[in-house]
């Protein structure tokens, strides 16, 4: 593969649209029995762990990548979370786990499938609510891992009931961006040198020694798998976030992940991991996150975060102080700045990580391409860093996007939305549908102005399959996903997006969904597709020239692919046609404007319609539908 301008090639020449999926979501935890996650003592197992056996057991590897592969799923972005590697301890790396990765991906290469290994982290790990960094990374700084639900500086299903005696809130785990502890890690990740400088683990600087830790362990992942010539490339990071970072005064409640909802200020998220009792508005999801409705009681208990002999690192940096026996902040706009100006997380801080994890990984292989995110609001020109020509090459701008409303409500209405940005109601579903293809343009628009017009890959995208009360479990039928996930993928295909949609979890059951904080977006389920008709869809794998549309009608189940044929291209154009749809023997057009129709051959067993050029240049219109 190789990089032209903002399309990415093969090696005959063709454009390529890579699709596939997300494998998977319950890879953010360790190996374990079903429904084991909401347990007691899930969370104390921080050494003794293992995610042998994620995505899913070796002996049923190849039953699972050809069932991708026969769903058209043939470029897959494969969670490697950091505690999966390096659980124990720094420098301690799983190598029975890395033995089984790379068994796992020779299964994959075997079904010709290609991946690119996404380090994957949400909210910085599962004591803070998500996933991603071992827990040894929090107890360095002297974090009591025992203490932070208790003390409000997380918050996590497994302790959810017993630090407030009712049940789990349905998708509150992002709030936990905006709580102390994973606030904290990402702002001394990023920003350690310039908001602590004199906080150091083992002699470093604690960002240098963080930062350090997390790419020597995925460039050990690499070492490990460097035979397998399948790895098409690595992500930076999943999501990552600013924390503190930019916040012009941490006594206000700026950038809420959720509008609805608790939401403290930065202030009194780190009042409460100190030890002291603060109430925290809680805002209301009628006024759309506008009006407080009442208020909540962060830390009752008044018990600190941080071991004997430890102390907030904002503390000891001199944000504020409890000198007289109250809190008092001192310096509101201390993460607003950086170098006497104000602070731009995604150029200042995270560009730079990105660009030293993507110079220690080539080292190993310059022939990788990079898979670069910014921080998770695609439609924002500052969510995504700036990039020219002298920045790294091969690299590929990942972006994420989902339906907001669907995904946080979990309901679903083709002919309703709210814009997030603008908050502005969409109304009728043309409209919703302009507003996902709106959307999607708008995050490539931007990285052609902002990011030297590199190559887009929407990395995440999908919709929650328990939706309206897990009315589709109960009645037996997908209609409403379907129909939601058709106008996602309508979005995408307008855009000419590669795309991986979220996600596949080979454990995924209707009583337990994906396995983690209650999500259950997989698109198979104990071992039968859900809702096909919305995501199994033909779509132009590889193109002999340069693809100009494609479009699919599910009702009437007729494709439409129009491409400028480049003639000096021997090898076909290859387009995935599932057959679930357009039976055996689908009828196929290909017409040249030369009044000529190009060859085309259909390979059922492969399910991939084969057009060859045959020395022909210019546009052809491609139309396949039931015969």
Known sequence: MRVKDNLILDDEGRTLILRGVNLGGDSKIPYCAPGSEILPGFLDRKKDVSFTGR??????????????????????????????????????????????LRKILQAA??????????????????????????????????????????????????????????????????????????????????????????????????????????????????????????????????????????????????DAVIPVGIRPSPWQAICAAS?????????????????????????????????????CPWKQAGVWTDEGGAPKLIKSGYFSSYQNRPAVFTDDFLKP??????????????????????????????????????????????????????????????????????????IGKKNVGAYFRNSLALGIKITKEKMGNMPCFLGEFGLPFDLNNRGGFKKGGYSLHEEALSMYYDAVDANLLHCTIWNYSASNSNKYGDGWNDEDLSIFSEGKER?????KRPYPMATAGEPLSFTWNRKLRKFVCRFN??????????????????????????????????????????????????????????????N
């Open 55 to 100: 995505p899913f057991p070796i002996e049923s590897a190849e039953d699972h990548f050809r069932r991708l592969k026969k769903a058209g799923m043939t470029f897959l972005r494969f969670l490697v979370t950091w505690e999966a590697v390096e659980h124990e301890g720094p420098g301690i790396y799983d190598e029975a786990y890395l033995a089984y």
């Open 109 to 254: 290469e075997k079904e010709d499938i290609r991946v690119f290994i996404d380090p994957h982290q949400d909210v910085w790990s599962r004591w803070t609510g998500g996933d991603g960094a071992p827990a040894w990374t929090m107890e360095k700084l002297g974090m009591d891992l025992d203490m932070l639900d208790r003390c409000s500086a997380a918050v996590t299903k497994q302790r959810y009931a017993v630090c407030r005696d009712k049940p789990y809130p349905q998708m509150i785990w992002p709030s936990n961006y905006n709580r102390y502890a994973a606030a904290t890690m990402f702002s001394l990740f990023f920003g350690g040198k310039t908001y602590t400088e004199d906080l150091r683990i083992d002699g470093e600087n604690v960002q240098d020694w963080l930062q350090n830790r997390y790419i020597a362990a995925f460039k050990h992942v690499q070492r490990r798998l460097k035979n397998c010539p399948n790895i098409t490339g690595w992500g930076s990071m999943n999501e990552p976030h600013f924390g503190f970072i930019g916040h012009k005064d941490i006594s206000i409640a700026e």
């Open 275 to 311: 030890g002291y009792k603060v109430e925290i508005p809680v805002y209301g999801l009628i006024s759309m996150g506008r009006r407080i409705s009442h208020y909540e009681t962060f830390n009752t208990e008044r018990i600190s975060l941080f071991k004997e002999g430890f102390s």
């Open 565 to 626: 044929a480049n003639g000096e291209i021997t090898s076909p154009s290859i387009i995935y046609l599932p057959s679930d749809f357009l039976g055996a023997s689908p009828k196929v057009e290909a017409s040249a404007c030369n009044g000529k129709n190009l060859r085309s051959e259909f390979r059922r067993e492969e399910q991939r319609l084969f057009v060859y050029n045959d020395g022909y240049n210019g546009e052809v219109i491609l139309k396949v539908g039931l």
């Open 531 to 535: 809702a096909a008709g919305g995501w």
């Open 353 to 426: 990580f990105i660009i030293k994890y993507i110079n220690a990984m080539k080292e190993a292989n310059e022939q990788n391409f990079f898979f670069i995110e910014g921080i998770p609001a695609s439609t924002r020109a500052e969510s995504h860093p700036s990039w020219n020509k002298n920045d790294p090459e091969r690299v590929i701008n990942a972006f994420h996007w989902y339906d907001g409303l669907s995904l946080f409500t979990k309901s679903f209405h083709s002919w309703f939305n709210i814009n997030p940005d603008t908050k502005k109601i969409i």
